[in-house]
C-alpha cells in the first residue's frame, strides 16, 4: 500500500513538472501573442489537470485505505515503516515546493493575459470610439452637419 502511494506522489510531480514547462511556453506565447499555440497549450493543459485530478483521488483513496476516513497524510505516516515514511515526506514536499511553483508561474502568466486583454481593449476603444475631431476638413465656424458623431469603422468612404 506504501508502495502505490509513493507511485502515485511520483506520477503527481512528474505531472506538475509538465506542467511547469507547459505554463513556461505558454508565457512564451503570451509575450508573442502567437493565438495558435497558446490555445493548443490550454488544451493540453486541460489534458494534464484532468490526470492530476484522477492521481489525486487515488492518492486521497490510498490514505483512506491506510488510515481510515478523515485521517491526513501525517497521521497515515506513522503507520508505515521508517523507510517508506522519509520517501514519502520527501515526495510530499517535492510536491509541495512543484505545486507552488507552478501557482506562481500560473500568476504570472494571469498577469501577461490580463495585460494583453487591456491592450487589446484599449486598441478597441481607439479603433471604434468617436473621435473628438471629424475625420473631414470642416470649416471652423461651420457646426457638423450631423449630430451623432461616429466611429472610425462607421465613417462613409
Same mark, same amino acid.
Given at each position: 500500500m506504501? $508502495? &502505490?502511494?509513493?507511485?502515485t506522489?511520483? !506520477?503527481?510531480?512528474?505531472? @506538475? ?9 505558454? /508565457?512564451? %506565447? #503570451?509575450?508573442e +501573442?502567437?493565438? !495558435? ?8 493543459? +486541460?489534458? #494534464?489537470l &484532468? ?5 489525486e483521488?487515488? *492518492? $486521497?483513496? #490510498? ?7 478523515? $485521517? ?6 506513522? =503507520?508505515?515503516?521508517p523507510?517508506v515514511? *522519509? ?8 510536491? /509541495?515546493? =512543484?505545486a507552488?511553483?507552478? +501557482?506562481?508561474?500560473?500568476e504570472q !502568466?494571469?498577469?501577461?493575459? /490580463? ?5 487589446? @481593449? @484599449?486598441?478597441?476603444?481607439h479603433?471604434? %470610439?468617436?473621435?473628438? &475631431?471629424?475625420?473631414?476638413y470642416? +470649416?471652423? !465656424? &461651420? ?6 458623431? *461616429? ?5 462613409k %468612404?
Open positions: 506504501g $508502495q &502505490q502511494l509513493l507511485a506522489m511520483s !506520477n503527481m510531480i512528474t505531472l @506538475h513538472e509538465k506542467l511547469m514547462s507547459l505554463g513556461e511556453l505558454k /508565457k512564451e %506565447a #503570451l509575450i +501573442r502567437d493565438v !495558435n499555440s497558446l490555445s493548443e497549450m490550454m488544451k493540453n493543459e +486541460r489534458e #494534464l &484532468q490526470a492530476l485530478s484522477v492521481e483521488e487515488k *492518492r $486521497q483513496e #490510498l490514505v483512506e485505505r491506510l488510515g481510515g476516513s478523515g $485521517q491526513t497524510l501525517k497521521e497515515v505516516l506513522t =503507520k508505515l515503516s523507510a515514511r *522519509r520517501m514519502i515526506e520527501s515526495r510530499a514536499i517535492t510536491l /509541495k515546493e =512543484k507552488e511553483a507552478l +501557482r506562481t508561474l500560473n !502568466n494571469d498577469v501577461l493575459l /490580463k495585460d494583453a486583454m487591456a491592450f487589446v @481593449h @484599449h486598441m478597441i476603444g479603433l471604434t %470610439a468617436s473621435p473628438e &475631431q471629424s475625420l473631414t470642416t +470649416r471652423p !465656424n &461651420q457646426k457638423p452637419a450631423s449630430s451623432t458623431p *461616429r466611429g472610425y469603422f462607421d465613417t %468612404a
